[in-house]
């Protein structure tokens, strides 16, 4: 199958549409830019960018001209005519000229869109590696679950609840036992179906699991998942299929069952709908005040930008779903008193930064565009008007901004920029005892790349950033535990694992597994 049909696929499952990709569904409009580059380029630099005798490679050594978006641009743009690269500045259109400075970088990092990473080997390091600050081992927790986890998160007595998508939540010992799925959570299905690139769609996921602040003394555990109906709106039955949409509850286990369960958040069944749940975002977080932040993501794309829905959004509840007086659109007819935040894609992490008092997020873009977002009331972040990514064939993002009064300046621009996308997924603020030198550094996960990064933020400024483990597995989640140990939740085609992350030279940690 070839990447213009994967994708297609991808955005008709999705429930999309983009410029340029018609109904059948076949690419048309802006030509593709690997037919650009093959057209125009492949004589010189290769058909797949290996070099020619005629010009330079362009992935597998440095670029002399720099690879940068800008440096790329400009290179295409105005050639090197004593070096006999022409200009293409003249031939190619200015959006042309963006995707193919786009394009090279993605063949050089591996990063292709339509490529997604899901059955690549899993093979932890076996020997140590040596980070900047430490040198770190990683090692197998517990191995064998379901292809499709989602989220894990600690409890005070070491062990750390898991929620796998298709079929429920269970507990992980300290050593690494699994338990029994615990009984009485919200349904869920496995009807669901591969799509383009091998991605995995459906509805009625279990997602994120996140423990109250003071679950020490109140036992509340929140869970995140899509609730799936069918003949319940006029969506679904006009489609004649099932439909969906985010749903937060809360709860307790005891012996092994979910007991007193109270629905904390559930939209209006008349905005549930029939795009898959891998476009749900899902995640959900606390502040120490115990107000609980969640995600919605993009699964009404004309919906994102309108306040009277719920798609594309972060919301804010006190912990028993009340909404709180402060939020920012409370006293606005028309909105969602919930609304935190609006104009995102596909929220990838969400966590509260006690210590500056920030809420922050992850959020996958487009072809380019993943973004970590400092998240403030009441901001627009842009999509799917605005994107420093592109659309899947090489257009401009732009869907609703010509009947929109929304300017660039208007939109909340992010504090972190990847382009391309390593598809950014789930993150932490460190805390902890083992890393001490990472004390508040943002540790994130990569499903595409898989990669696991450390990133340092200062004043709403990126000053420092740092691949910790390079092309691991999809990192689905990060959480840490009462220790300061890092565990990571790996996700597989041929079973998911979790492994733990800690410094080999720490006598601290000399027991911290018996």
């Known amino acids: 199958m070839g990447n213009q049909t994967q994708v297609a696929i991808l955005i008709v499952l999705l429930g999309l549409s983009v410029p340029g990709f018609a109904q059948d569904p076949v690419l048309s409009g802006i030509r593709t830019i690997d037919k650009v580059f093959q057209e125009n380029c492949a004589v010189c630099h290769g058909e797949r960018m290996q070099g020619s005798a005629q010009g330079t490679a362009l992935v597998g050594l440095e670029l002399a001209h720099g690879d940068s978006m800008t440096e790329l641009t400009n290179s295409v743009s105005k050639g090197f005519p004593q070096a006999g690269m022409p200009a293409w500045g003249d031939v190619f259109t200015e ?31 076996e020997e140590p590696i040596a980070t900047e600050k430490y040198t770190i081992v990683v090692e197998t927790l517990v191995d064998g679950l379901d292809p499709l986890p989602y989220s894990i998160a600690a409890l005070p007595d070491g062990s750390l609840l898991l929620t796998e998508k298709m079929r429920g939540l269970r507990i992980i010992s300290p050593e690494g036992e699994k338990s029994d799925f615990i009984t009485g959570t919200p349904d869920v299905f ?9 991605l995995f769609y459906g509805q009625g996921w ?13 036992g509340w555990i929140y869970l995140h998942h899509t609730d799936r109906c069918e003949d319940c709106n006029a969506l679904s039955r006009k489609v004649d299929r099932s439909v969906s949409m985010n749903r937060i509850v809360r709860g307790r286990i005891k012996d092994g069952a979910w007991i007193n369960e109270e629905v904390i958040w559930q939209a209006d ?30 699964r009404n794309r004309d919906a994102i930008q309108n306040l009277a829905f719920p798609d594309g959004k972060i919301h804010r509840l006190h912990d028993d779903g009340r909404i ?23 929220p990838q992490g969400l966590k509260f930064e006690s210590n500056t008092r920030e809420l922050w997020g992850t959020e996958h873009g487009p072809r380019g565009g993943d973004e970590i977002n400092l998240l403030k009331p009441g ?19 732009a869907h609703g901004r010509q009947e929109s009064e929304v300017e660039l300046s208007d939109i909340e621009q992010p504090v972190v920029d990847w382009t391309p996308s390593p598809a950014v997924s789930s993150f932490v603020f460190y805390r902890g005892d083992a890393f001490p030198a990472w004390q508040d550094d943002m540790l ?8 696991f990064v450390r990133v340092k933020i200062v004043d709403g400024e990126l000053v420092e950033q740092e691949t910790l483990i390079a092309d691991l597995s999809r990192i689905r989640d990060v959480e840490i535990d009462r220790r300061g140990l890092i565990y990571l939740l790996l996700e ?23």
């Open 269 to 298: 069944v008349e905005h549930y709908g029939a795009s898959s749940d891998v476009a749900s975002g899902g995640r959900t977080t606390f502040d120490p005040e115990g107000y609980v932040f969640f995600s919605v993501g993009m």
């Open 190 to 198: 496995d009807a669901g179906r591969k799509g383009g690139g091998g």
């Open 324 to 346: 709180p007086t402060d939020n920012p659109f409370t006293g606005h007819e028309s909105a969602l008193q919930s609304i935190w935040s609006y104009g995102h894609r596909s």
């Open 95 to 125: 959006q042309e000229l963006k995707s193919m400075a786009l394009w090279i970088p993605e063949n050089r990092d591996g990063l292709l869109y339509s490529e997604f990473n899901l059955n690549s080997d899993l093979a932890l390091p």
């Open 444 to 451: 994130v996960g990569t499903l595409k790349a898989a990669d």
């Open 379 to 397: 901001k627009n972040y842009g999509w799917p008007l605005f994107s420093k990514g592109q659309n899947y064939n090489g257009s401009e993002v």
């Open 492 to 514: 597989h085609e041929g079973g998911s694992k979790i492994v733990k992350v800690q410094p080999v030279d720490s006598p601290s940690l000399a027991g911290a597994n018996q």
């Open 206 to 218: 279990l997602l994120d699991v996140a423990v109250h602040p003071n679950y020490a003394e109140n």
